[in-house]
């Protein structure tokens, strides 16, 4: 909004040439981002613990700890998440990308089902929430029309394909199954980080990690010059992107600021669905869907150990991991929360740096 209001006066005020810039305004939706989540976050959460008088329900076969350790402990902290985001976004990125708007779309439907999902849970004091399957079809429809939209308006040769990491020229031509192919992307992202967000800041310094590394990806492939000289495949318009990224990463530290152990609230599905789902989106429009799987590879290893504990428990009785996810096995292996977390976070970072190389390595 500023951009479209302040940079056509650019002429007249030369202060306001600034606003061409993308890395200016990326790094005003930060503070912005993270101005809003500190300025709004006290009020919100004790609103939320007024509300909830008991806070999140316990799942009662997850670690016995969790029983006393995470009760009374509100949710639907992404709330404050998806607040700060969505102002410094709509503050700072330039309104007239469709991209912006796509990836948007995605953030706060998936928040609106992750927020139904938390109610259910509150008022029901059930850790349940929402059926599977309305979950599953309502994440379907909102990918679905992502997915056509992103496909409606990139342009040859883009159009329908999938870029391969580490191959300079390669474009693997989807056609229309490349619209299931980024449902899937959208979804699967999605549930995974939902799946991560187990313990006190476990899935939000990730997301923050992920994000960073999608502003500096989103810049470079809508810049022709920069795209050019890495040999990454130009997408014009995507550098916008960088300003939501910028402006998720902002919200992502305010936020944490809550929710550093012990958390003074959980970010809940309204949160972890929407947040996934924003990586997801990115990915498709940027044409980086495989490197998503490489930068959150913590996320994947998190979804990856739960498939693999259920299937084996349904084909030979038996489980792989002492609990599913991936971060509950270590608790009951001994570690302590803080140890398993901040394990994570480094694992995440390496991994980061690894998909970080791809634009480099080709």
Same mark, same amino acid.
């Given at each position: ?45 004790? =609103?939320?613990?007024? #509300? ?10 997850? /670690? ?13 902290? @992404? ?21 912006? #708007? ?14 139904? %999902? ?12 929402? /059926? ?16 056509? #939209? ?25 056609? =229309? ?22 313990? %006190? ?25 920069? +795209? ?25 530290? @305010? ?5 550093? /152990?012990? +958390?003074?609230?959980?970010?809940? %599905? ?64 001994? =570690? ?8 994570? #976070? ?17």
């Amino acid at each position: 909004m500023l951009y479209n209001l302040l940079y056509p006066l650019a002429d007249e005020v030369a202060l306001f040439n600034l606003f061409k810039y993308l890395t200016f305004r990326t790094g005003g939706a930060v503070l912005t981002a993270l101005v809003v989540a500190f300025v709004i976050g006290p009020g919100l959460i004790r =609103w939320l613990r007024q #509300w909830q008088k008991q806070g999140q329900p316990i799942r009662a076969d997850g /670690p016995e700890s969790h029983l006393l350790t995470k009760k009374g402990t509100p949710t639907m902290g @992404g709330f404050l998440i998806l607040i700060a985001l969505a102002v410094a976004t709509l503050l700072w990125a330039d309104l007239r990308s469709h991209y912006v #708007w796509i990836v948007l779309m995605v953030t706060l439907g998936y928040g609106l089902l992750g927020f139904l %999902d938390d109610f259910l849970k509150v008022s029901k004091k059930n850790p349940k929430g929402l /059926p599977g399957k309305l979950k599953l079809a309502g994440q379907i429809a909102i990918a679905l029309i992502a997915a056509l #939209w992103v496909y409606a308006i990139q342009r040859e040769p883009l159009a329908g394909t999938l870029a391969v990491p580490f191959l300079k020229s390669l474009l693997i031509q989807l056609g =229309w199954f490349f619209v299931p192919f980024a449902v899937f992307v959208i979804i699967g992202a999605s549930n995974a980080v939902n799946l991560t967000d187990g313990l %006190d800041g476990l899935a939000i310094v990730p997301v923050m990690i992920a994000a960073g590394v999608f502003a500096l990806i989103s810049y470079l492939v809508g810049h022709a010059v920069f +795209a050019n000289y890495l040999q990454i495949h130009y997408v014009p318009g995507s550098g916008e992107l960088a300003v939501f990224c910028g402006a998720l990463v902002g919200a992502g530290l @305010g936020f944490l600021w809550f929710n550093a /152990p012990p +958390a003074m609230v959980f970010m809940g %599905d309204t949160g972890s669905l929407s947040l996934g789902g924003a990586l997801g989106a990115i990915s498709v429009v940027t044409k980086h869907e495989l490197v998503l799987a490489i930068v959150g590879g913590l996320f994947v290893l998190e979804t990856v150990s739960v498939i693999v504990q259920v299937a084996s428990f349904k084909l030979t009785g038996k489980r792989v991991f002492r609990m599913a996810p991936l971060h509950h096995h270590f608790e009951k292996k001994g =570690w302590a929360e803080p140890t398993v977390v901040i394990r994570f #976070w480094i694992i995440a970072g390496i991994l980061a740096l690894v998909g970080l190389s791809t634009l480099k390595l080709r």
